[in-house]
Structure formats: C-alpha cells, structure tokens
C-alpha cells in the first residue's frame, strides 16, 4: 500500500501568471504521478508546510502536474515568490474525483466561478479528449472583473469546441460580455434537463446559488455534482478539519452530488 505521509519532490519547470493574484505552477515531479479529474494534492513548500489543491492541468500528461493557485495564506504566499527550478513536495492524489462514466450519453454542463474553474479545466480536458462519449458540453464560468478571469486564451479555444458563457460582476470599458452574477448566464441552457448532470466548482456563496437555480431549471439533485474543497488539511480523515456531517470531504469527496448533502445545515458554510 502506497504511503499517505510520502513526498514526492517536484521541480516548477513554468510559472503562469494567470491573474494579479493566482498563477499556475507546472511541475515536474521526479516519478509520474496520475489522478484522477478531480482528485486533490497535497503541495508542500519545504520548511514552510503544505496546502491541498486540485490538479488544473490534463491528467493524461504524466510527466507534468498543473496547480492554479490564488495567493490567500502563507504557503500560497510563498509559492507566489517561488522561481523556476524551486523543489516543491506533493503527496496523493487523494479523494473520488468525478464519476465520468455517470456523465456519458448527457449533456454536461459545467459552471464554475472565480479559482473554481481550475478543478473545472482538468475535466475540461478530459471530457474534450473524448466529445463523442457526451451529448453536449457546456461551459458558464463567471468572475469578479475581466482582469480576474481564468485561462483567457483557453476560453477563446473552447469557444470554438463547446459552448461557453461567461460573466464577470463589474465590467470596464474593454468588456463587452454579461455582466452580473454566473446564475444571471444560467437561464435556458438549451439541454435535455432530465437527462443532464451539472458540476460546480467555486466559492460556496456562489456554489449554493448555482444549485438553488439549477434545482429551479429542473435539475435532479443527484444530478447536480459539488466540489466541496472545504477546509482539507491532512488528505486521509486524520485531523478532522473538512468534516461535513457524516462525511470526511477529503475521503469521501471532495466530490458529492447534491443529493448526498442537501439536508445538512452546514454545507455552505
């Protein structure tokens, strides 16, 4: 049995400012690491500590891992000032990921807010690599300004493969898409409903609005999948800090279908 406590170290071989504060880091771990989309990481600073995040790159490149990190604490504040060649740790994967074979035959329609969209881009990835297993893919991603949105030049190219909407709270004068929150870019989705499955990725304000709206439009909450990245810490159920009802969100998730989690108080906390 593989060891949970194992680090793997990984050399950054490319830094990517993506926004003022969030960058991908790719990395280059010293043997090949796989996960599943969706699964999540433990990334560790040497000397400083460690942080979970999920892998925002293509899983089928084995070589390489991508982490999309926004700058909000200390290790994400060091990894922000780490250079290129910098030896960084990383220990997993851990945690379901998403259950892709329930998405085959349906629409799947992916809504992701601000950092969320990183999770969102390695399903991307995978869903595109293989189109005709899914009836549609479609894309709604929202953010605060258009200086805070994610991969700008990937959401060009998936404009040109699936649909793709998005949003942002406060426009400028270089904006001229939508302007106000994602569930405002939710309406008429243009999809078979009952046979659809909608995936969430994003703060959980925004999280909680998105499902009430997608349980407005019809969807099913066992339809409705949640990435619940809610205060991990240790990666396998040890300290206790993402527990969410009966559940460990770093064991038992950080994947759930709405279905799971609808009648717990805390779920958006």
């Given at each position: 049995?593989?060891?949970?406590?194992?680090?793997?170290?990984a050399?950054?071989?490319?830094?990517?400012?993506e926004?003022?504060?969030?960058?991908?880091?790719?990395?280059?771990?010293?043997?090949?690491?796989?996960?599943?989309?969706?699964?999540?990481m433990?990334?560790?600073?040497?000397?400083l500590?460690?942080?979970?995040?999920?892998p925002?790159?293509?899983?089928?490149?084995?070589?390489?891992?991508?982490?999309?990190?926004?700058?909000?604490?200390?290790?994400?504040?060091a990894?922000?000032?780490?250079?290129?060649?910098e030896?960084?740790?990383?220990?997993?994967?851990?945690?379901?990921?998403?259950?892709?074979?329930?998405?085959?035959?349906?629409?799947?329609?992916?809504i992701?807010?601000?950092?969320?969209?990183a999770?969102?881009?390695?399903?991307?990835?995978?869903?595109?690599?293989?189109?005709?297993?899914?009836k549609?893919?479609?894309?709604?991603?929202?953010?605060?300004?258009?200086?805070?949105?994610?991969?700008?030049?990937?959401?060009?190219?998936?404009?040109?493969k699936?649909?793709?909407?998005?949003?942002?709270?406060?426009?400028?004068?270089?904006?001229?898409?939508?302007?106000?929150?994602?569930?405002?870019?939710?309406?008429?989705?243009?999809?078979?409903i009952?046979?659809?499955?909608?995936?969430?990725?994003?703060?959980?304000?925004?999280?909680?609005?998105?499902?009430?709206?997608?349980?407005?439009?019809?969807?099913?909450?066992?339809?409705?999948?949640?990435?619940?990245?809610?205060?991990m810490?240790?990666?396998?159920g040890?300290?206790?800090?993402?527990?969410?009802g009966?559940?460990?969100?770093?064991?038992?998730?950080?994947?759930?279908?709405?279905?799971?989690?609808?009648?717990?108080?805390?779920?958006?906390?």
């Amino acid at each position: 049995m593989k060891n949970p406590y194992q680090v793997i170290e990984a050399n950054i071989f490319k830094i990517i400012d993506e926004t003022p504060n969030i960058k991908t880091f790719v990395l280059v771990p010293e043997q090949p690491l796989s996960f599943k989309t969706g699964q999540f990481m433990e990334l560790t600073v040497p000397g400083l500590g460690e942080a979970p995040f999920t892998p925002s790159g293509d899983l089928s490149k084995g070589e390489e891992l991508e982490f999309t990190v926004m700058k909000v604490g200390l290790v994400t504040d060091a990894l922000h000032v780490a250079k290129v060649d910098e030896p960084l740790g990383l220990r997993g994967p851990f945690g379901n990921g998403y259950p892709l074979q329930k998405f085959e035959g349906k629409d799947v329609l992916i809504i992701g807010g601000g950092v969320g969209l990183a999770p969102l881009r390695s399903l991307l990835y995978t869903l595109l690599a293989h189109p005709s297993k899914y009836k549609r893919i479609l894309l709604r991603y929202g953010a605060r300004t258009p200086e805070d949105l994610l991969y700008k030049e990937e959401l060009k190219q998936w404009q040109e493969k699936i649909d793709v909407l998005t949003t942002v709270d406060h426009g400028d004068e270089t904006w001229a898409g939508n302007v106000g929150v994602v569930t405002t870019i939710l309406d008429d989705p243009d999809i078979d409903i009952a046979q659809a499955a909608a995936v969430i990725c994003g703060p959980p304000i925004m999280m909680k609005f998105v499902t009430l709206r997608l349980l407005d439009l019809g969807f099913k909450p066992e339809s409705i999948y949640l990435s619940m990245e809610k205060n991990m810490s240790c990666g396998f159920g040890k300290c206790g800090h993402c527990r969410l009802g009966n559940f460990y969100v770093c064991k038992d998730g950080p994947v759930f279908t709405y279905e799971k989690l609808k009648g717990l108080p805390e779920i958006w906390d």
